[in-house]
């Protein structure tokens, strides 16, 4: 309770004596905002500001932990959803390394059953293994790797936004999201109206949902496949599975082949003769598989590569035409980051925990109550930390463990 009231004084100081922080978002009048609050964790929900400034005066009155704005225009936002009057949506993706696979997460993450108490590594799995039950407390870490994952992945979507479905990069607006991920928020007249299933639609294409490669120019009898430089999923799907045949022929290439689903035999004949596919792809030509790689061994290295080359987005913000999004230049209850805009242009550059901290200034004495890994914020090397200790760290750091729940207030 404590380190909550700690937290939402910090916070709350932060947005007195920073309110430019807030970004206004466009027709602010038309929007619908929520906030979670320090207190009980309480959410509140449709409010409208008529003003950025009434919005930037709450933010420094209540300092709330997490403050979100709806993709949505609304007649009356501050109606209940029934009565709202909806008018239109941004086009909303939200990329996160939760739904990531990266292999550090098993040193960084961990999940703990909220029925019996039994405590894991890395992402939560689908059922508890002690007692089957399904919920967990999951801790994560918003670590470089994981970031930087998660970033790839947001290229892979701007490219596909502007390459297959034509929208121009002057219409996206990507934003570091305070945590562990990255928002793309597409403002274009032409989206606004589109409804739940056009959206599902756009979601599967770009997560290569219900991809058949045969209607991409990989036809069982093809003479000729599609070259790397081929556009849409046709290109795509070549580099990919050019991909995977190269990662086939590397002495750890048979986890990528079972990745791919394939399995006994047929895994030796690939790691073995994957030259030949290699070939084969370079050309663009004559699809002859080695002997004993069948047709649904193909398709299964095609649905690989294809999933290489999807984007991993969380198809439910894109797809609910009612979801708030986080507020721009707010602070992320869970780090103390901010969620701030980045130039297109200054993308590959961009390091969140540097660019995206709020309290810059002053360090802060906290005790360590869970084990922290080594993490770097602003220009500082940190951690390991034990569980136990007492530290005296950067503000931003301190705040960091403290919004993680990993560090309390230390008192005297
Ligand atoms: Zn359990
Ligand atoms: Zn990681």
Same mark, same amino acid.
């Given at each position: 309770?404590?380190?909550?009231?700690? $937290?939402?004084?910090?916070?709350?100081?932060?947005?007195?004596?920073?309110?430019?922080?807030?970004?206004?978002?466009?027709?602010?009048?038309?929007?619908?905002? #929520?906030?979670?609050?320090?207190?009980?964790?309480?959410?509140?929900?449709?409010?409208?500001?008529?003003?950025? %400034?009434?919005?930037?005066?709450?933010?420094?009155?209540? #300092?709330?932990?997490?403050?979100?704005?709806?993709?949505?225009?609304?007649?009356?936002?501050?109606?209940?959803?029934?009565?709202?009057?909806?008018?239109?949506?941004?086009?909303?993706?939200?990329?996160?390394?939760?739904?990531?696979?990266?292999?550090?997460?098993?040193?960084?993450?961990?999940?703990?059953?909220? %029925?019996?108490?039994? +405590?894991?590594?890395?992402?939560?799995?689908?059922?508890?293994?002690?007692?089957? @039950?399904?919920?967990?407390?999951?801790?994560?870490?918003?670590?470089?790797?994981?970031?930087?994952?998660?970033?790839?992945?947001?290229?892979?979507?701007?490219?596909?936004?502007?390459?297959?479905?034509?929208?121009?990069?002057?219409?996206?607006?990507?934003?570091?999201?305070?945590?562990?991920?990255?928002?793309?928020?597409?403002?274009?007249?032409?989206?606004?109206?589109?409804?739940?299933?056009?959206?599902?639609?756009? +979601?599967?294409?770009?997560?290569? +949902?219900?991809?058949?490669?045969?209607?991409?120019?990989?036809?069982?009898?093809?003479?000729?496949?599609?070259?790397?430089?081929?556009?849409?999923?046709?290109?795509?799907?070549?580099?990919?599975?050019?991909?995977?045949?190269?990662?086939?022929? &590397?002495?750890?290439?048979?986890?990528?082949?079972?990745?791919?689903?394939?399995?006994?035999?047929?895994? &030796?004949?690939? &790691?073995?003769?994957?030259?030949?596919?290699?070939?084969?792809? %370079?050309?663009?030509?004559?699809?002859?598989?080695?002997?004993?790689?069948?047709?649904?061994?193909?398709?299964?290295?095609? $649905?690989?590569?294809? @999933?290489?080359?999807?984007?991993? +987005?969380?198809?439910?913000? &894109?797809?609910?035409?009612?979801?708030?999004?986080?507020?721009?230049?707010?602070?992320?209850?869970?780090?103390?980051?901010?969620?701030?805009?980045?130039? $297109?242009?200054? $993308?590959?550059?961009?390091?969140?925990?540097?660019?995206?901290?709020?309290?810059?200034?002053?360090?802060?004495? /906290?005790?360590?109550?869970?084990?922290?890994? @080594?993490?770097?914020?602003?220009?500082?090397?940190?951690?390991?930390?034990?569980?136990?200790?007492?530290?005296?760290?950067?503000?931003?750091?301190? /705040?960091?463990?403290?919004? @993680?729940?990993?560090?309390? /207030?230390?008192?005297?």
């Amino acid at each position: 309770m404590e380190n909550r009231a700690f $937290l939402q004084s910090l916070f709350s100081k932060y947005y007195r004596e920073n309110p430019n922080a807030i970004q206004e978002p466009s027709r602010i009048e038309s929007r619908e905002f #929520g906030f979670l609050l320090f207190q009980g964790k309480v959410m509140i929900r449709h409010r409208r500001f008529e003003t950025v %400034e009434e919005l930037r005066d709450f933010m420094a009155r209540v #300092g709330p932990s997490d403050a979100y704005r709806s993709a949505a225009y609304y007649q009356r936002p501050d109606a209940s959803m029934d009565e709202k009057g909806w008018l239109g949506a941004d086009l909303a993706f939200d990329i996160d390394a939760d739904h990531l696979e990266t292999a550090c997460q098993k040193e960084h993450d961990s999940w703990r059953c909220l %029925e019996c108490g039994y +405590v894991g590594r890395g992402k939560a799995p689908e059922r508890c293994p002690n007692c089957g @039950k399904s919920k967990f407390k999951e801790s994560t870490w918003p670590c470089d790797v994981c970031l930087s994952t998660a970033k790839d992945e947001l290229i892979k979507l701007i490219e596909m936004l502007e390459d297959d479905f034509g929208f121009s990069a002057d219409k996206m607006h990507i934003y570091f999201s305070g945590h562990r991920g990255y928002h793309l928020i597409l403002e274009d007249e032409e989206i606004r109206s589109l409804g739940q299933e056009e959206r599902r639609e756009i +979601v599967d294409y770009v997560m290569a +949902v219900g991809l058949v490669p045969e209607l991409h120019g990989f036809a069982k009898e093809s003479t000729k496949i599609p070259s790397f430089d081929s556009p849409g999923w046709r290109g795509r799907i070549a580099r990919g599975v050019y991909e995977v045949m190269h990662l086939a022929t &590397t002495p750890n290439g048979r986890k990528e082949l079972k990745a791919a689903g394939v399995r006994g035999k047929t895994l &030796t004949t690939l &790691t073995e003769q994957g030259e030949n596919i290699i070939n084969m792809l %370079e050309n663009g030509k004559i699809l002859k598989l080695p002997k004993g790689v069948g047709e649904k061994t193909w398709k299964k290295l095609l $649905l690989r590569g294809a @999933k290489r080359r999807a984007v991993e +987005v969380d198809p439910v913000v &894109t797809i609910d035409v009612h979801r708030l999004m986080r507020l721009e230049g707010s602070l992320h209850g869970k780090t103390g980051l901010r969620k701030v805009e980045i130039p $297109l242009t200054r $993308l590959e550059a961009f390091d969140p925990m540097e660019e995206a901290v709020a309290f810059d200034k002053g360090e802060l004495k /906290v005790k360590i109550v869970v084990d922290v890994p @080594k993490f770097h914020i602003g220009q500082e090397e940190l951690g390991p930390y034990r569980a136990g200790k007492t530290e005296t760290l950067p503000l931003a750091a301190a /705040v960091l463990l403290l919004c @993680k729940g990993f560090a309390e /207030v230390h008192r005297d």
